[in-house]
């Protein structure tokens, strides 16, 4: 089975035989060398009973790692049309094990791709990657892992504790649902074409219940506010939510001297409950 994969052609005669001239649109930065995307596939696992979703295979560089790492099943869902012939070939040397998916990740429900528990691995599209992530933080109870490639410093921001200088909305938001881990870097000379700027390897694990009660989309508007003027004092920032916001903080035990970046993650769920 793997022989079959590892008898396809090298990535970079892919790219030439279907002209996958990189779009910058698209967030495409290819990783051609096999031994990194088994890297970032071996962070990965262990596998568990389900399904990995890939999103943007591209020319196939980790959708291949993946399978050679014994991936049960993995259903990738790519764009880009260029790139979903130039799988065609991959498709049929995983013998079942690779679906692929057209269409755009940001309007796809993973709920419709296979049946949960999900495990996601993917070299993200840079633009989108935030958004994809926080649609999936919704589904945490129902995701394995999150194994992601992603700018460094959308990595910090997603690990960030509080008191840091990267500590803010996408912090809260994923630390809420999930343990976050950096990995490792990963250079720009490993792309074709190379970015601008390093990439790490991110792991969210989602816990087994979120850090503390709170409904989503108040805590996500506790945060809007707070992080909205994060120089300010909480008693000001908090001032469009509540007239009363002083006497909100010093009710949930929080000095209203104190500003956005200070507060921990069950800091902002009590502040939450409250709205
Ligand atoms: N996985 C490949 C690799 O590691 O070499 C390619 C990664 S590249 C950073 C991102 C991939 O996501 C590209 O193949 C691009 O076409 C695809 N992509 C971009 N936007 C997308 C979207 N909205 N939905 C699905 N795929 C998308």
Request: proline share 9%.
């Amino acid at each position: 089975m793997s022989a079959a994969i590892e008898a396809l052609p090298p990535l970079r005669e892919v790219i030439a035989q279907h002209e996958l001239a990189a779009r910058k649109s698209l967030g495409q930065n290819f990783l051609l060398d096999l031994n990194l995307t088994r890297k970032i596939a071996r962070a990965a696992m262990p596998w568990v009973a389900g399904t990995v979703i890939e999103i943007g295979p591209g020319p196939g560089g980790l959708t291949r790692a993946l399978l050679l790492e014994g991936a049960p099943a993995v259903v990738a869902v790519e764009r880009d049309e260029r790139c979903l012939a130039a799988l065609a070939e991959l498709v049929t040397a995983a013998a079942g094990r690779l679906r692929l998916q057209p269409g755009d990740a940001l309007e796809t429900d993973i709920a419709d791709l296979a049946p949960p528990p999900w495990q996601i691995a993917a070299n993200l599209p840079y633009n989108i990657a935030t958004p994809l992530i926080l649609g999936w933080l919704a589904r945490a109870s129902q995701i394995a892992r999150i194994t992601v490639l992603v700018q460094k410093e959308v990595a910090q921001r997603l690990a960030a504790p509080p008191g840091s200088d990267h500590y803010g909305r996408l912090s809260v938001a994923a630390q809420w649902r999930c343990e976050v881990r950096m990995l490792f870097d990963i250079g720009p000379k490993a792309f074709v074409p190379a970015p601008k700027v390093t990439s790490t390897v991110v792991e969210l694990q989602p816990r087994p219940a979120p850090l503390a009660e709170a409904d989503p989309k108040k805590l996500e508007r506790m945060t809007a506010a707070a992080f909205g003027q994060r120089r300010k004092m909480l008693r000001a920032a908090l001032k469009p939510l509540w007239p009363d916001a002083e006497a909100k903080l010093i009710a949930t035990g929080i000095d209203p001297t104190r500003r956005a970046e200070t507060l921990s993650i069950e800091e902002f769920c009590a502040l939450a409950r409250l709205l």
